[in-house]
Structure formats: C-alpha cells, structure tokens
C-alpha cells in the first residue's frame, strides 16, 4: 500500500496548526521527530493569528492579550517574538455611562461614589445580603449567584447580566459561576484587567511565533493548509502511527454521543479615517441592547501605526452551529458530562490519538494554559523530566 499523505515517514499527524499543535511539532522536532501538520484553514497559529495592515495589527479573531504566571511559558513564548508591555485596561459603556472594568476601586466610585475600601465593602455587603438572603453559607451555584456575591446587585446589573446573556446566549442563572471568577475584584485604584505577573502582546503580532517554529524545525515540519482532516480521516487514522488531535472532541468521533455545546463570535471590522477613535484599545457594550460586547480598536494595543488611520473591530456573540468555528466550550454540567463520555471514547477507541487545546479538551483555556497544557503533553509524550527547559536546546 502506498501512503498518501505520510509520504515522508512522518512520526506524527497532527490536526490543527493552533498554539497546542505548532508547539508540540516544534518540541517533536527538538528530539528529531518529523511532523506533519494539517490545518484546515489557510493560515497557522489558529485563532490567535494577526495579520498586518496600514500598519496596524489587526487580531483576527479577537484581542489576544498573552498573561501568565507560569515563567516557563513566558520564557518560552519570548523566543519567538518580542513582547510589548501592553496592559489591558477596558473601559465599559452601560448605557452612555463609562466605568473600568474589572471590579476595583475606581469602579465603586463611579457607581455608588464610595472612596475607600470599607466603604465600598460595605456596600456589596449590603447589596448581597438584600439579594441573596437564602444563600447562607452554601457556594453560588451559578454565575448571577456568583456574580451577586462579589460585587453586589449594581454592578451586576449594570456591568455583568447583559453582557454575559449576550456573550453566552443563556441566563446568568444557568451559567457557571466560575465563568465570572476570570475576572478580578479588587479593593484597590487598579485597573489591569488581569492579576497575572506577565503581561504583553508580540509586536507585529502572534502568527511569527508559529512561523518561526517552522522555520527552526530544520525540515522536520511540513504544514498543509487549506486541508480539512475529516475529508481524508481514516486514510490519516490509518497511514500515521500516532496522531496529535486539537479539533473539536466530539467532531473526532462523528458526534457519537451527541453535539457538546459551544458559542461563536462574529467580528466587523470598519477602517476609519482618524488615528484615535475611541480612546481605548478595549470599550465594552455591557448593557444587554446593543448587539456585540465589545468593540477594539487596534491601533491601541501596540501604539506603532502611523498617523491617519484606525482599524476597530466589533464582536458579535452568536450561536455555534456545525458551519460556524467554535470559540469557547460551554463547560456546564450537563456539556461536562458529555465530554467525559467523548474522554472514554478517546481512552478506549483511540489510544494513538493525544488530544489537546482548547476544543480537544474542551476548556475554557488560555493562551498560557494551551502552552502549558502542550508542555504536559511533550512530557509525557517524551518522557522528559519536569524541569526540562523547552526548547533551549538547537533542532537536532
Ligand atoms: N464579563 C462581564 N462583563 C464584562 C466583561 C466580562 O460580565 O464587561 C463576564 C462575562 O460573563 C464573560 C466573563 O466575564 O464571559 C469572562 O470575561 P473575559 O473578558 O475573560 O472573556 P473572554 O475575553 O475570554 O471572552
């Protein structure tokens, strides 16, 4: 039998050329593993890819800010590009009127005019206790009971119920309360949208980490796009001895137990004949009319274009279907439960196949914790041991 697509005795096939799949190639290729990489798009570094124009870099599926308290994933990311010290501060608009996200002091003032902490502890308390009088002391069980308990009946009202419907299509009370713990509450003037120690975006963007992980491979990856792995599966299945999986789980197996649940997000891009139009890199619609969450403008996240012109982008939540590209896994009980099942399938059906990133392990990760996660996976993969340096040594 002749191989049609392992034609170069490839080591592994891996589907998907998103951040889990390019660095797994890349650390294959470190200990002389040849890869070949199918990506049904026409571009890699999956939804983080960046393309370039007037100067401006446009984040083609959204704001990818890079955060992390993980040192070895920031050193490692560091090697393919330079960082900028960008900071996501997000400005909200409900209803014309403007707050900082996430929750901290400069937000307490503008809603309720308190100054310091005690006073605007005070004041959640009061709201929570009023609204969740039957709480008592059992853990929120979704994310308006979350919501509430945090930052109390205003803010939530105002900052957290119409954005999260729109994001999410569902109520906030059949929504995970963890969803709402992404973002920090915090009794001091600070308006870092995230905690983390590392903070930063690559100037000229995302997509040259994965290019130059190709390019440093020494040949020993090859990526198709604009090939789709479920046209051709079982010849893949059957030509490639083990396969690295980043799609959809539930996808991989034909949707044997039923279709997990995801949401999507569709983007509108304008360019604008200004080089400021909205003062901020990231401005929030959080009142549940308007129809997208949030509106960038690029220009903001790097401060390198030229005078003249400005690119936004606005971000349309929307329903997945099987036409649409799946953006975040609704990781609710009831989607939980179905995942284990497509787990066991995996487990037992395919043992040759490593499944990985956000829609292989169907979490809600990011960035950092694809890297890491594609860490885990070398490891056990290679067998190397815990405190190996990725990719501090030469492609072999
Ligand atoms: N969220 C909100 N109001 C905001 C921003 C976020 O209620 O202005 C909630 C919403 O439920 C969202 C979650 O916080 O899904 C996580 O927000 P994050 O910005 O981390 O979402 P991502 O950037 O992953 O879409």
Do not use: C
Request: charged share 30%.
């Amino acid at each position: 039998m002749t191989n049609k697509f392992n034609t170069k005795n490839y080591d592994y096939l891996i589907v998907g050329a998103g951040p889990f799949g390019m660095t797994f190639a890349y650390e294959a290729a470190l200990r002389g593993k040849r890869s070949l990489i199918v990506e049904k798009r026409s571009f890699v570094g999956g939804n983080t890819h960046t393309h370039t124009e007037n100067g401006i870099t446009v984040h083609d599926f959204g704001a990818h800010i890079f955060h992390t308290d993980n040192k070895e994933v920031w050193d490692y990311v560091r090697k393919f590009a330079e960082f900028n010290g960008y900071q996501n501060q997000v400005v909200a608009n409900y209803k014309g009127k403007l707050f900082n996200l996430p929750f901290n002091m400069n937000t307490f003032y503008q809603m309720w005019g308190t100054k310091t902490p005690a006073e605007a502890k005070a004041k959640i308390e009061e709201q929570k206790t009023a609204a969740l009088q039957e709480l008592g002391d059992r853990q929120p069980r979704n994310l308006e009971e979350q919501a509430i308990s945090l930052i109390g009946t205003d803010i939530y009202e105002a900052l957290i119920k119409g954005y999260t419907e729109k994001q999410w299509g569902r109520k906030a009370t059949e929504l995970p309360a963890f969803i709402i713990k992404r973002l920090p509450v915090r009794f001091i003037y600070d308006n870092n949208y995230f905690n983390h120690r590392y903070q930063g975006i690559p100037v000229g963007g995302y997509t040259q980490i994965f290019e130059n992980m190709v390019d440093r491979s020494n040949g020993l990856i090859d990526v198709l796009t604009d090939t789709d792995f479920f046209d051709n599966k079982e010849e893949f299945l059957n030509e490639f001895p083990r396969v690295v999986y980043t799609g959809m789980i539930d996808q991989f197996f034909d949707y044997k137990f039923g279709e997990l649940e995801y949401r999507s997000v569709r983007f509108e891009s304008e360019t604008l004949d200004t080089d400021n139009y909205q003062g901020n890199a990231v401005i929030n619609y959080t009142d549940a009319e308007t129809p997208f969450t949030r509106q960038m403008e690029w220009r903001h996240f790097d401060g390198l274009a030229d005078e003249g012109k400005t690119i936004i982008t606005r971000e349309y939540p929307q329903d997945w279907d099987r036409t649409k590209e799946a953006y975040y896994p609704v990781n609710d009980d009831k989607n939980t439960d179905l995942y284990k099942q497509y787990v066991k399938a995996a487990r037992e059906d395919a043992p040759e196949v490593l499944f990985g990133g956000r829609l292989g392990k169907y979490r809600y990760f990011d960035m950092d914790q694809v890297f890491n996660d594609a860490f885990n996976t070398v490891r056990q993969e290679f067998g190397v041991a815990d405190d190996f340096n990725f990719a501090h040594d030469d492609v072999k």
